[in-house]
């Protein structure tokens, strides 16, 4: 029998939307802690702005037991370097190489298909945008699925309905939504009870979740804590 997860806190280390004394850039990266382990999801663009906000925040790099890259843009992946830098030899669970990953002392592991990494923690697997593969990340709680998505190049619907099909109903989704449709943010509304648009969403997609789901709306922004479950 395996014992599931009862809590979850996730840190927004950089969003696009600034947080009152941290540095700020356009990018994306979360620490997700349980009681069983910390994972980094996503590293921004900057090194300085990961290492101003890690200190910041009070979260010790060294602490981090692995690493999820969503998909290979710079504003995803550029502070890794820092990370790196702090932790040599820390794996990176990625959908398709990143050359430069390994260069900073980073361990890459190419995620083929949906799986569970560690217990209870899942990719969804990469799935495509044109040549682009993505993956998002599923936590599984007792009580809760939590999906972390990166930019949704390949469609948050597409994202949303995979982790469904894999988990069942998810709690909250969190994470940049790319500029999604109104069919689109329907479509994940149904699958979802919380939604957390953030990043390369746009203020179109937040205004209309926020207006037209609104119990569901979650805002978040660099700095942001968020413990689940609420
Ligand atoms: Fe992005």
Request: net charge neutral; hydrophobic share 40%.
């Amino acid at each position: 029998m395996t014992e599931g997860l009862n809590s979850l806190k996730i840190t927004v280390l950089n969003d696009n939307e600034p947080g009152q004394g941290l540095r700020n850039d356009w990018g994306w990266s979360v620490v997700i802690e349980s009681e069983k382990w910390k994972i980094l999801f996503d590293a921004d663009t900057r090194s300085d702005v990961i290492e101003y906000n890690t200190k910041k925040i009070g979260i010790n790099v060294q602490d981090i037991d692995f690493a999820i890259l969503s998909h290979g843009h710079l504003d995803h992946y550029g502070g890794f370097e820092y990370i790196g830098r702090m932790k040599r030899g820390l794996k990176v669970y990625l959908p398709e190489n990143v050359g430069i990953l390994e260069t900073w002392g980073l361990e890459t592991i190419v995620i083929e298909k949906p799986m569970e990494i560690v217990e209870n923690v899942l990719s969804t697997g990469p799935l495509k945008a044109f040549s682009l593969r993505e993956q998002a990340l599923i936590i599984k709680g007792n009580g809760f699925n939590v999906l972390i998505v990166g930019c949704s190049h390949p469609g948050i619907d597409k994202i949303v309905e995979r982790a469904f099909e894999m988990v069942g109903r998810i709690y909250l989704v969190i994470g940049g939504f790319h500029g999604p449709s109104k069919k689109q943010l329907d479509n994940i509304s149904r699958f979802s009870d919380f939604i957390s648009p953030a990043h390369c969403s746009g203020n179109g997609a937040k205004n209309y979740v926020r207006n037209k789901f609104n119990e569901k709306y979650l805002m978040v922004r660099t700095g942001s804590i968020i413990k689940i479950p609420f």
